[in-house]
């Protein structure tokens, strides 16, 4: 790690046969082509307690997934680490819950961020996604770029325009 680079863990995930679902391993796979220094992509069909031990060994997480009802094109908000224990299913363990192991297991407290991108087909199979969540993806690889290159993550709020979302950042500080 050089000193004015942070090491940043970008997990997406979701389920690419289940068309917009897979949102967040498209992006994954985007920003993994990018070949980013300092920057490790995971993407899987869902998060699991072992995710604590990559977080643990980073100094930033970004969190990707789908968003059935989010603003368009996407939103990025904060994540805490959770205070209770994860349940007993690993359909169960979300953002905060793996953050939360990170810091019990490892006393490793990396701010975290969960970047829900707006997708609208999630009842039928196939591998692809929709025009409109295609769209959506386009600007979340833009702005998941830019934050990753900045070093800046914040919340995006629903009313900027995309080119607000990918040419500055309203809350810059990790």
Known sequence: MTPDRDRVLLIGYGNPGRLDDGLGPALAEEIARRGLPEVTVEANYQLTVEDAAQVAEHDVVLFAD???AGPEPFSVRRVEP?????????HSVTPADVLGLASRLFAARPPGWLLGIRGYEFDDFGEELSDRARANLDAAVAWTDNAIREHRFGEVHPQQTEEDLTCRNPNPSF
Request: aromatic letters at 8%.
């Open 66 to 68: 789908a968003d059935a």
């Open 82 to 90: 959770g205070a209770a224990e994860p349940g007993w299913s690993s």
